[in-house]
Nanobody, 126 residues
């Protein structure tokens, strides 16, 4: 089991950038795929990006493709989400989570994810 701590959120103007970090504790991080999710008020939680355990494969939601980049540093047990060209529609609480299994990759299947962090607020002003 991992414990996740997200950081890097904040208030930014439209067109700006933020880099989110998710630091994981535990011993299985490097063997588990990771996902970044977000939930806006009144909306369902959605997966915006996911990365396989090795970092060799990534997936993005259409709404963020070309603007967001997910990456990971297994030596530091950390996954990142670089967010560029931010839009007001990106305003949400952002969470990271780990795949339940080892060496499996099922992006966007939220039931596959566990060990959720507490979230970090991202607010994009117009």
């Amino acid at each position: 089991q991992e414990q996740m701590v997200e950081s890097g959120g904040g208030l930014v103007q439209a067109g700006g950038s933020l880099r989110l970090s998710c630091a994981a504790s535990g011993r299985t991080f490097s063997r588990r795929s990771m996902g970044w999710f977000r939930q806006a008020p009144g909306e369902e939680r959605e997966c915006v990006a996911a990365i396989s355990w090795s970092g060799s494969t990534t997936y993005y939601a259409d709404s963020v493709k070309g603007r967001f980049t997910i990456s990971r540093d297994n030596a530091k047990n950390t996954v990142f989400l670089q967010m560029n060209s931010l839009e007001p529609e990106d305003t949400a609480v952002y969470y990271c989570a780990a795949d339940k299994g080892l060496y499996s990759f099922s992006p966007f299947l939220q039931d596959r994810y566990t060990d959720w962090g507490q979230g970090t607020q991202v607010t994009v002003s117009s």
